[in-house]
C-alpha cells in the first residue's frame, strides 16, 4: 500500500517550485492557473521572495498547497498514485485533491480563504505556539491544564511520540514554556508564528471557511483520507466537510493517524510537496517504514533509479 503525506505551513522556503516548472510544462500550467486568482504575484514569491513575505499566512498556504498539487500531478504522469493519504492541518486539503473529493481550483478557493481568514484572526487576537520535546501526551494535558490560569493555551499538533505543539494566548503558551520542566518536559521551544492555530483563538476564521465549505462541490473520496480531528479514515463527502470545518480550532491527530495507516496496510510513504518534515516525524513514529520525499527534479529523477 502506497501512502502520500502532505505538509502544512512551515514547510515552505524561497525558491520552491521553480526548477518544477523549469522541466515540467504541467507545473507551469497549474501554477499560472493558481496564480490568476490572487492579487499578488504567487510565482514571484516562491521564486523569489523575500522569505518574510514568504512567511505571511495568506500566502504560505496557497504556496504548499499549490506544490503539494503540482508534484501529485507529476506523480500521477509516472504512473505513481496512493492507496491512502493524509494532510497536516493544511496539507489536508492537498491532500483530499489527491483522493478525489476536490477539485484543485475548488480547493485552491479555499485555501485561499482559509489564509486569509487565518491571517485575520492570528490579528485580531494575537497568539502564538510551542513545540514540547520528549513529553508524554497525557502530560502535556496536564501542562496546559496548569498553564491555561494564565490564558488560552492547549495541545495542538501530536506530531510524533515525544514532540507536541501548544498553542493559544501568548500569555498562556508562555506560561506553559514557563513550567514545562515541571510537567516532564526536555524542552520547551516557542514558535515564530502567525497566530494560534489549531485552538479556540482561530474561532473568528471559522465563519467564512464553514460558508466557504459548505458552497464547494465536494466528492466521496476515491481512497480513504485519514482526517486530522480523528486520526481515522474516512471517504464520505459529508462527513469530510464537516471534519474540515472542525480542524481549523481541533488538535491534529497526526502520530495517531500515521499509527492508523500503518495498522491499516500502509508500506510506502511519499511526502509529496516542499521539505522533508513529515518524512522526520514519520520515522519517530515507524522506523520501519520506508518514506521518500517528493519535492524538487532531483526527487523525480530519484524515483527513476
Known amino acids: ?41 504567487l510565482r514571484d514569491v516562491c521564486f523569489n521572495g523575500p522569505e518574510e513575505n514568504l512567511k505571511q499566512t495568506y500566502i504560505t498556504q496557497p504556496a504548499i498547497f499549490v506544490h503539494s498539487c503540482i508534484a501529485t500531478a507529476l506523480l500521477a504522469v509516472k504512473g505513481i498514485r496512493p492507496n491512502c493519504v493524509a494532510g497536516h492541518s493544511l496539507g489536508e486539503y492537498s491532500a483530499l485533491v489527491a483522493a478525489g473529493a476536490l477539485d484543485f481550483t475548488d480547493a485552491l478557493e479555499l485555501v485561499k480563504i482559509r489564509g486569509e481568514a487565518m491571517q485575520k484572526a492570528g490579528e485580531i487576537q494575537p497568539g502564538t505556539m510551542a513545540a514540547l520535546i520528549g513529553m508524554e501526551d497525557e502530560d502535556a494535558v496536564k501542562l496546559t491544564n496548569a498553564a491555561s490560569a494564565a490564558g488560552v493555551v492547549i495541545p495542538a499538533n501530536y506530531n510524533s511520540p515525544g514532540q507536541i505543539v501548544i498553542s493559544g494566548s501568548i500569555e498562556g503558551v508562555n506560561k506553559a514554556v514557563e513550567l514545562a520542566s515541571e510537567f516532564g518536559a526536555k524542552r520547551a521551544v516557542p514558535l515564530v508564528v502567525g497566530g494560534a492555530f489549531h485552538s479556540p483563538l482561530m474561532e473568528s476564521a471559522g465563519a467564512p471557511l464553514k460558508e466557504a465549505i459548505l458552497n464547494t462541490k465536494f466528492r466521496n473520496a476515491t481512497v480513504p483520507v485519514y482526517s486530522n480531528v480523528r486520526a481515522e479514515p474516512v471517504t464520505n463527502a459529508e462527513e469530510i466537510k464537516e471534519l474540515l470545518e472542525l480542524q481549523l480550532t481541533s488538535p491534529v491527530l497526526w502520530a495517531q493517524s500515521m499509527n492508523n495507516m500503518v495498522r491499516d496496510g500502509a508500506e510506502d510513504f511519499y511526502e509529496v510537496g516542499p521539505q522533508r518534515v513529515l518524512a522526520g516525524l514519520l520515522r519517530r513514529i515507524d522506523r520501519t517504514k520506508r518514506v521518500k520525499g517528493v519535492d524538487t ?9
Do not use: C, R, W
Open 1 to 41: 500500500m502506497i501512502a502520500f503525506l502532505y505538509p502544512g505551513q512551515a514547510s515552505q522556503y524561497v525558491g520552491m517550485m521553480k526548477d518544477l516548472t523549469a522541466a515540467f510544462p504541467l507545473a507551469t500550467e497549474m501554477l499560472e492557473q493558481a496564480n490568476a486568482i490572487f492579487d499578488f504575484d
Open 297 to 305: 527534479v532531483e526527487d523525480f529523477d530519484n524515483l527513476n533509479g
